[in-house]
């Protein structure tokens, strides 16, 4: 479609040029026109400050501009007009200077935005099959509001806010795919672009990008965690932990009193996590979400971290509506199974649980002394690691005495906990901080090393490797260095 248009445009403005022609052929015209065309139309592409700052300056009208100062140059020259032709000149160097230099403008480090965006979105939504678009970004991220997304493009359309509501609009010809709400590289560059003014933010280093991810972040809701021998989980804002027998019920309800044998569901909304020492087959067969029972609705299989797990959603036995399960092995044998209820797509409910899901993580300690019969078991533990993740420099010239608002900040992202040893499976769990960067993990007796997660190149966050001591919490500070200078 593009080469058609450029041979179009060539064609066209090569014709009518040649119509002044003195001394050059008319192929001299079309071939200047033809030049012209493509070259601009190789221009327009990516992330030019020109082109994300005034939309209506697309592809078809840089590709048309271009064809016409090229044969306006050699029209003035075979006309031998030569001031006129120092103008063309001057103003085709212009227009290129306006496509290329940008040195504050935020759209030169879209790819880079893009690219740390969708990572951290990954970490808190999944990936989506098709990719990112502009709701999936307004779910994943509550610094996000929708007039962001106003003029950015998608690969089939663009979005626009009318005042009350965002909405998407095809502008893309057939066939129409899946991917057709999908962010574009363009598209991301807009976006950065939103955001810089919005956020007061001047994008001339990579840190520019890692503080509009910073304040994306502080919208997040306030998290809290709950530290149990078996696991460590993170849960919003608003929810309640109560011990109930082998389970640890979350409730939105301050003063929950659970009487005996009540039934939960009277309860909801609420989640739970239970741990028991049953195989998984077994367990779904006590709760008849064995594949043909009238219960299940669905199964799959899904990553949650560095840990598989079964996603079932089954009907509420006894209670209209559905549950959502998430149940998870250990390799000592101990399952876990993380329900909700009711499982409603989308709502603020469901979507805390699914969050909290994704912080969950297993705890694991062995007894480094062995027992009668020689073998080595698995015991509740006290030892592991907690601190805070800082970034920093947050001022391009630190300044003595350090002026307080240039401190180091606390940095909103995932630990990783890994085995110094190359020869073992690298990853053993991972956390993540609050949004002020806090952290707390715990762990059995051994070494370790923590790695706070950066971008590519910046944040670049440093590792420490530490040794983890029977009973023992030690404390640790993780930096990141956000690259300016």
């Excluded at 993740?389 to 900040?409: F, S, Y």
């Excluded at 993990?441 to 590792?463: D, H, T």
Aim: hydrophobic share 40%.
């Amino acid at each position: 479609m593009f080469i058609i248009y450029i041979l179009i445009i060539g064609s066209i403005v090569g014709y009518v040029g040649s119509l002044k022609k003195v001394r050059y052929s008319f192929w001299v015209y079309l071939l200047s026109a033809f030049l012209g065309s493509f070259l601009g139309g190789m221009l327009s592409f990516g992330d030019s400050p020109l082109f994300l700052k005034y939309l209506f300056v697309n592809v078809w009208v840089v590709t048309s501009l271009f064809s016409v100062l090229f044969t306006l140059a050699v029209l003035f020259l075979d006309r031998r007009e030569g001031k006129k032709m120092i103008g063309v000149a001057v103003v085709t160097l212009l227009v290129l200077f306006s496509l290329f230099y940008s040195d504050s403008a935020p759209s030169n480090y879209g790819g880079l935005f893009q690219e740390e965006l969708t990572r951290a979105g990954v970490e808190r939504v999944g990936q989506p099959i098709e990719g990112f678009n502009a709701f999936i970004l307004l779910e994943a991220f509550s610094g996000f509001i929708e007039e962001d997304f106003d003029g950015v493009v998608s690969l089939e359309g663009r979005y626009s806010y009318n005042g009350s509501e965002l909405v998407y609009t095809r502008t893309g010809g057939n066939p129409v795919t899946s991917a057709e709400e999908t962010i574009s590289s363009e598209g991301y560059g807009i976006l950065l672009d939103r955001l810089s003014g919005r956020f007061n933010v001047n994008v001339n280093t990579e840190g520019g990008v890692a503080l509009i991810l910073e304040k994306l972040r502080e919208g997040d809701p306030v998290r809290n965690s709950y530290i149990h021998d078996d696991f460590s989980i993170w849960y919003p804002e608003g929810w309640y932990a109560y011990e109930n027998n082998h389970s640890i019920f979350f409730s939105r309800d301050e003063d929950l009193d659970i009487p005996a044998n009540t039934d939960g569901f009277a309860l909801s909304p609420w989640f739970q996590v239970t741990v028991e020492s049953i195989g998984i087959e077994e367990l779904f067969k006590q709760n008849l979400w064995n594949d043909g029972s009238e219960f299940l609705i669905s199964k799959d299989n899904v990553r949650i971290g560095a840990d598989e797990a079964i996603r079932v959603v089954t009907k509420a036995a006894g209670a209209g509506g559905d549950v959502l399960h998430y149940v998870f092995e250990a390799i000592d044998g101990r399952v876990f199974t993380l329900s909700h209820y009711p499982y409603e797509r989308g709502s603020s409910d469901t979507d805390d649980f699914e969050r909290a899901v994704q912080s969950f993580i297993i705890n694991y300690v062995v007894d480094g002394n062995t027992n009668g019969n020689g073998t080595t078991g698995i015991l509740p533990f006290e030892s592991g690691a907690m601190g805070k993740v800082l970034i920093g420099p947050t001022c391009p010239v630190q300044r003595t005495p350090l002026d307080p608002n240039c401190a180091d900040k606390g940095y909103a992202t995932t630990v990783q906990v890994r085995y110094p040893d190359p020869t073992r499976s690298s990853l053993f769990s991972s956390v993540e901080t609050d949004k002020e960067g806090n952290y707390k993990v715990m762990l059995p007796p051994g070494e370790y090393r923590l790695q706070a997660l950066g971008g590519n190149p910046f944040p670049f966050c440093n590792g420490k490797d530490i040794t983890i001591e029977p009973d023992t919490m030690i404390e640790i500070a993780l930096s990141c260095d956000t690259g300016i200078r």
